[in-house]
T-cell receptor, first 113, second 112 residues
Framework: NAGVTQTPKFQVLKTGQSMTLQCAQD?????MSWYRQDPGMGLRLIHY???????DQGEVPNGYNVSRSTTEDFPLRLLSAAPSQTSVYFC????????????FGPGTRLTVL | AQSVTQLGSHVSVSEGALVLLRCNYS??????LFWYVQYPNQGLQLLLK??????LVKGINGFEAEFKKSETSFHLTKPSAHMSDAAEYFC??????????FGTGTLLAVQP
């Protein structure tokens, strides 16, 4: 199993550009989520999904869109990038239960100029 | 709502010394508590978790944590630090919703 994979690893955008961060998992997990990590702020939940076709907002959803058309994939879209979105983004997945271990991808480091 | 507070953003210990990383939580329902570790330029991996049952939880790499409901704490300990333990450690709480809420992290440095 590859686990949770994310592409790209690094990305530089200009303000106003759009892009999609890709996330895929091969563990047949129903639950997937996106976090951003910023110095001194830990990990903050952006959006999550409890299954194909179902998504919901986390703590910091503004400026981001998600969709879940398959169990395996959970892309994160930045509609119009802003410097405040410069961060490291992590995708994670787990089985459905809240006690289940969450598995993280290696992260995407995004810089918005 | 649930929240986590990690006391001390930076902790430095000598190799062989006790490691103690503090975590306090707030939860209106019985919490599920997790400790994750992040090595430089990597994702997070689970160290240990508490769901129900025994309040002393043992994890990987010699770490353990004790759930103390009366103190709303879930501190992480290791009797003897190793250089390879240098990393950032995150406490997290879940259980009330489908969301896992993380603390702000503690960066552990191990001095030779």
């Amino acid at each position: 199993n590859a686990g949770v994979t994310q592409t790209p690893k690094f990305q530089v955008l200009k303000t106003g550009q759009s892009m999609t961060l890709q996330c895929a998992q091969d563990m047949n997990h129903e639950y997937m989520s996106w976090y951003r990590q910023d110095p001194g702020m830990g990990l903050r939940l952006i959006h999550y999904s409890v299954g194909a076709g179902i998504t919901d907002q986390g703590e910091v959803p503004n400026g981001y869109n998600v969709s879940r058309s398959t169990t395996e994939d959970f892309p994160l879209r930045l509609l119009s990038a802003a410097p405040s979105q410069t961060s490291v983004y992590f995708c994670a997945s787990r089985e459905t239960g809240s006690t289940d271990t969450q598995y993280f991808g290696p992260g995407t480091r995004l810089t918005v100029l | 709502a649930q929240s986590v507070t990690q006391l001390g953003s930076h902790v430095s210990v000598s190799e062989g010394a006790l490691v103690l990383l503090r975590c306090n939580y707030s939860s209106s329902v019985p919490p599920y508590l997790f400790w994750y570790v992040q090595y430089p330029n990597q994702g997070l991996q689970l160290l240990l978790k508490y769901t129900t049952g025994a309040t002393l939880v043992k994890g990987i790499n010699g770490f353990e944590a004790e759930f103390k409901k009366s103190e709303t704490s879930f501190h992480l300990t290791k009797p003897s630090a190793h250089m390879s333990d240098a990393a950032e450690y995150f406490c997290a709480v879940g259980g009330a919703t489908n969301k896992l809420i993380f603390g702000t992290g503690t960066l552990l440095a191990v001095q030779p």
